[in-house]
């Protein structure tokens, strides 16, 4: 066996790809550890609340789910479902239209 191979190869004996560590060559983000701790799944508020229909009316809620940078923020991160996210980016959009929401960020807009 070659020093190469050698190197390449894990404790077992097995040989590792050339990309990965010990975690088989599937990234190199480890996360902050507790890895075995269950994370509890976030429930839509919309549907807990069983909101058939979402207002472009309402500003506060709409500005929950709008990013500092003016942007709409995703399902994953606003923690809505599919359903209540199109509905929700379509009340941000409808805001926009009319002048209740901002597209752009109030430091980006350039005061005049």
């Not at 799944?41 to 789910?65: G, P, W």
């Amino acid at each position: 066996m070659t020093e190469y191979e050698s190197r390449n190869r894990d404790s077992d004996g097995d040989e590792r790809s050339s990309r990965g560590g010990r975690d088989g060559g599937r990234g190199g983000y480890r996360g902050r550890g507790g890895g075995n701790r269950m994370r509890r799944r976030r429930v839509c508020q919309f549907c807990a609340e069983k909101v058939n229909s979402v207002d472009y009316k309402d500003i506060r809620l709409l500005q929950n789910f709008v990013a500092p940078s003016g942007r709409i923020n995703g399902r994953r991160r606003s923690g809505t479902c599919a359903k209540h996210q199109r509905m929700v980016s379509r009340a941000i959009k409808r805001a926009r239209f009319l002048a209740l929401l901002p597209y752009a960020p109030s430091h980006a807009r350039g005061q005049r």
